[in-house]
């Protein structure tokens, strides 16, 4: 019985123990679990928690809770789990692991945020720390934890940063983890996938991994995660707005205790990518963005990639008035993060290694805008492809270039070489094919009202940069060119071609550029000069705009003593003296020109006139910028149909008063060309003719002078033009003084004159020196013609006659022989002479005359001699005797004074009518253009009757003037 009650009694108390050890795991366990949670939470951390039913199955070891959330004391969620359950397995303690056959969270929400004072809100969850720290021995040892699997579905954490300006929430969801045998156990590993939705993609990983020692393996792969969370985030630190894109990534992962990370086959794309500024305008437009072979070692610090490749991607830029570049702008509103960014640069110790194979862009754009111009329109350059390959963070490294593009989808740009970013050294070859210039007409536009309708540029051009200098080398070529003007609505330049080569502009050291040839082939200008004396190429031009006053300054500092002050303006503030930059040197060696027109038009003058010079062709050689340096030139070319002009000269383009050797030449110009100036200039217009002109100009030291040669054939005048600023000169008559037995005017015209007086021109030095000849030659007629003959000074000015007489003395015969040589030279010259008579000379020489055959017929009739007798006889058949006795007796001692007395009272009683002058001046005609016709050489045309002059009584002769005209 007692060993009965013994049993009863130990079956009792397993029973009890059984009943207790039951009712503990089933009641008191999830109670406690219950209570001591919320507990904690609600008394110690003051959260609102709240907890749902909590089971425990103390002979399975396993805990199964529902409806758990915590908030916080603002009533904002943190925690969040719809349902738990965990699976215990208790028979691993046995060899000191805790294991978990199962962990299985439904639901899961983390809320997580960061206040403006930088705590995170789930802090509240901790334990607060504790005052003074528990001194640190050693390391805690790891504990031995295995879990055979974990399960979370459905999880959801969300981000918020409410403090940011703007404010920041993101939520990742779903979250899905599954893995398999993870354990802290040595060398254990298990396998895992976890999946996040983000973004609205997916972030996944799959792999392996391994507590002791860490050891991490993963396949990573996004897909189609929006970056415009990202973008929102990084926003205020960012010069760009994200409007749109997407990002994909797959790669392996092997992170390990070391502690050390390995990424392999790293894959990247970035698509529908769009940036634009704050103020919505878009920058940016990238539609693939693909990485490719991608390799990450750390702690190495290594990445490197195979390949980067951008499709499609569309840049715009643009420069707005009174702004920079518009990529400036943006680079400077990042200028604060960038200089804390730069302010401390990295160790050379940590500097990352970083290589990319190729970066690759295809089918690539970038628009400029310049918004600068009146009319802004939109530049595109087109990259078909650009290849950057071998990019490395090496000391060393070099990278290489290639790639084709466009202007506006028309012409070719291949750019080859290579660039080493640290020293820079840039080795570049360009290769420009039918670029269109039509686009840069809004820039020429700045300058002239002008557009640009054609022309293409190509050509070979080489950039090289480093130790030894800067230099830009190669050849250009402008072909095509052809200008309109836009104030006469047609054109007024173009070229066939225009070659640059053997360019070479050295910007370092020392700035300098130098051309082999400049070759201009069949270049055409137009030239107008309008009724109001402005040229068409002069009202093209844009007027610059008035500069805007300083304003001026409220106070001027006392300045100091010395030249800087002296020199300053008054009121105006010091400042330092800078010296003018120096100009850029400036050599060509040649630029010819080739089978070149000039259409020249001039409207201002009493008559139209237009020349076309044609068939130009010429060189100028070794042209410099320097001061002392001296140009050669040479041209050629055709005038109208049958002109010819030659130009040889050398300049020194820096001072050319100081050195200018100038030969021009002329032959074979139609004079009619120049018609409408010899009609401004001179009042005539000019029928026929032609010209040659041979004129040799030296200016030295601001001294000139030239030796000029002019020769006109078959010169003729027409009619007489009204011109106000015509020169009042004898023309018609100049011309054929200077006309030559063949028609012909060769003239010399020497000028000299100095070009420091401001009034002092070329142009009028040659005006005036023509207009002196002409004057000379048309006021002096004929001491041009005794010139011709070597006839003395105003030898053949005037014939002389013996008053009362008609007969050429030897002396005058001598005169007028020289006449007629003159004329015979110059047979567009005509004398016209009516005669003259001087009236008392040759009215007392007749009466003279007439007594003489009064005193001869008295003297033949008496036959009684003497002188005497033959007077007194005439005196008093004349008057009487008494009159003879009354004036003999008035002398009677002086025979010679009566004599004297009888003769003057006979001479004054003579007949004399006023015809006999007349008759007298024509008998002189007569006697003087018989002679002249009678001449060798003269045309009767030359010797014309004139008006009868009245004569000069000089060194007793009557001196009759001639009169010269142009036929």
């Not at 897909?223 to 409007?243: C, D, F, I």
């Not at 058949?877 to 006979?906: C, G, I, N, Q, V």
């Amino acid at each position: 019985m007692r060993r009965l009650l013994k049993a009863y009694r130990l079956w009792l108390v397993v029973a009890v123990l059984v009943l207790g050890y039951t009712a503990a795991g089933f009641l008191l366990v999830p109670w406690l679990a219950r209570d001591q949670l919320l507990d904690y939470l609600r008394e110690d951390r003051g959260l609102i928690a709240e907890l749902g039913p909590v089971s425990f199955n103390p002979y399975l070891f396993r805990l199964h809770l529902q409806d758990f959330a915590v908030r916080g004391q603002d009533g904002a969620p943190l925690v969040a789990l719809r349902e738990g359950f965990v699976d215990f397995d208790p028979s691993w303690l046995l060899r000191g692991i805790w294991r978990v056959r199962t962990l299985r969270l439904d639901a899961p929400v983390l809320h997580l945020e960061r206040g403006a004072d930088g705590i995170w809100n789930v802090a509240a969850l901790l334990p607060p720390p504790t005052a003074e720290p528990e001194p640190e021995d050693q390391p805690a040892a790891v504990p031995r934890v295995s879990v055979g699997e974990v399960t979370l579905s459905g999880g959801r954490l969300g981000y918020a940063e409410p403090g940011r300006e703007p404010a920041f929430r993101q939520q990742l969801t779903p979250i899905e983890f599954h893995a398999t045998e993870l354990a802290t156990l040595p060398d254990a590993r298990g396998d895992y996938r976890l999946t996040l939705g983000i973004a609205g993609g997916e972030l996944s990983l799959t792999g392996s991994a391994g507590l002791a020692p860490v050891a991490v393996a993963a396949r990573v792969e996004v897909r189609n995660v929006s970056l415009r969370p990202a973008a929102e985030y990084l926003g205020p630190r960012l010069p760009l707005r994200l409007a749109a894109g997407t990002a994909g990534l797959t790669a392996d992962v092997a992170v390990d205790a070391g502690p050390g990370v390995r990424v392999q086959g790293l894959a990247a794309e970035v698509a529908g990518l769009k940036l634009a500024t704050p103020a919505g305008e878009p920058v940016l437009e990238l539609p693939r963005l693909a990485l490719s072979g991608g390799a990450l070692a750390w702690p190495e610090q290594r990445l490197d990639m195979a390949a980067i490749t951008l499709t499609g991607a569309q840049l715009s830029t643009w420069l707005d008035p009174g702004q920079p570049f518009s990529l400036l702008q943006l680079a400077a509103q990042n200028g604060g993060a960038q200089s804390a960014a730069t302010a401390t640069p990295p160790s050379k110790g940590s500097r990352w290694q970083i290589a990319l194979k190729k970066l690759r862009f295809e089918q690539a754009e970038i628009a400029f805008a310049d918004r600068t111009l009146a009319e802004s329109g939109t530049r595109r350059l087109q990259v078909e492809a650009l290849d950057i390959t071998d990019i490395s963070s090496a000391p060393d490294a070099r990278f290489g270039i290639d790639g084709s593009l466009q202007l506006d989808g028309a012409g070719k740009i291949a750019v080859q070489g290579n660039v080493a970013p640290s020293p820079l050294a840039v080795e570049l070859d360009v290769a420009l094919a039918e670029l269109p210039l039509v686009p840069a007409t809004p820039y020429l536009r700045r300058v002239l009202h002008s557009a640009i309708t054609d022309g293409t540029l190509g050509g070979q051009l080489a950039l090289r940069h480093g130790d030894a200098g800067t230099e830009l080398s190669g050849n250009l070529l402008v072909a095509g060119l052809a200008l309109d003007d836009l104030v006469r609505q047609r054109p007024w330049l173009r070229w066939q071609g225009l070659e640059i080569a053997e360019l070479a502009l050295q910007l370092q050291p020392k700035a300098r550029l130098r051309i082999g040839e400049l070759r201009l082939t069949q270049p055409w200008l137009d030239v107008v000069v309008r009724e109001d004396g402005t040229s068409n190429i002069g009202r093209m031009r844009v007027a610059a705009p008035a500069a805007e006053p300083l304003p001026a300054p409220e106070s001027a500092p006392t300045a100091k003593p010395g030249a800087a002050a002296e020199s300053a303006p008054a009121g105006a503030p010091a400042v330092p003296a800078t010296a003018d930059a120096a100009p850029l040197p400036v050599i060509v060696e040649q630029f010819r020109v080739v089978d070149g027109a000039l259409k020249f038009r001039d409207f201002s003058l009493p008559l139209p006139f237009g020349v076309q010079t044609h068939s130009l062709n010429g060189a100028l050689r070794h042209f410099s910028n320097g001061e002392e340096a001296r140009v050669d030139l040479q041209l050629e070319g055709a005038i109208d149909r049958y002109g010819e002009a030659r130009i040889v000269a050398r300049v020194q383009p820096a001072a050319p008063r100081m050195f200018t050797e100038l030969e021009l030449q002329f032959d074979n110009v139609d004079f009619r060309s120049v018609s409408p100036y010899s009609a401004k200039f001179a009042g005539y217009a000019i029928d026929s003719g032609t010209l040659r002109l041979d004129l040799e100009y030296r200016v030295e030291n601001n001294r000139l002078r030239g030796d000029n040669r002019v020769l006109l054939k078959q010169l003729q005048l027409g009619e007489e033009v009204e011109s106000p600023g015509a020169t009042k000169l004898p023309l018609h008559l100049a011309v054929a003084l200077l006309k030559d037995a063949k028609g012909n005017i060769d003239l010399e015209l020497p000028v000299r004159g100095d070009l420091n007086d401001p009034k002092v021109s070329v142009g009028r030095l040659v005006w005036k020196a023509f207009t002196n000849l002409i004057t000379r030659v048309a006021t002096a007629p004929f001491a041009a013609l005794g010139r011709l003959v070597g006839a003395g000074k105003g030898e053949l000015e005037a014939i002389g006659f013996a008053p009362g007489a008609t007969a050429l003395t030897p002396s005058q015969r001598q005169v007028a022989d020289h006449l007629a040589q003159a004329l015979a030279q110059r047979p567009g010259i005509a004398v016209a002479f009516g005669g003259c008579t001087a009236e008392d000379a040759d009215a007392a020489a007749l009466r003279a005359a007439k007594l003489e055959a009064v005193l001869v017929r008295h003297g033949e009739v008496s036959k009684k001699g003497g002188a005497d007798a033959v007077l007194r006889a005439a005196f008093i058949d004349m008057f009487s005797k008494d009159e003879w006795k009354a004036l003999a007796a008035a002398h009677p001692e002086a025979p010679a004074a009566l004599a004297d007395a009888a003769r003057e009272r006979l001479l004054a009683a003579q007949p004399f009518d006023r015809s006999e002058l007349a008759a007298l001046a024509e008998a002189r005609r007569d006697a003087v253009l018989g002679y002249l016709q009678a001449q060798t050489g003269v045309q009767a045309a030359q010797v014309i009757s004139g008006e009868r002059r009245t004569g000069k009584l000089a060194d007793g002769r009557v001196r009759c003037q001639l009169e010269p005209r142009a036929r």
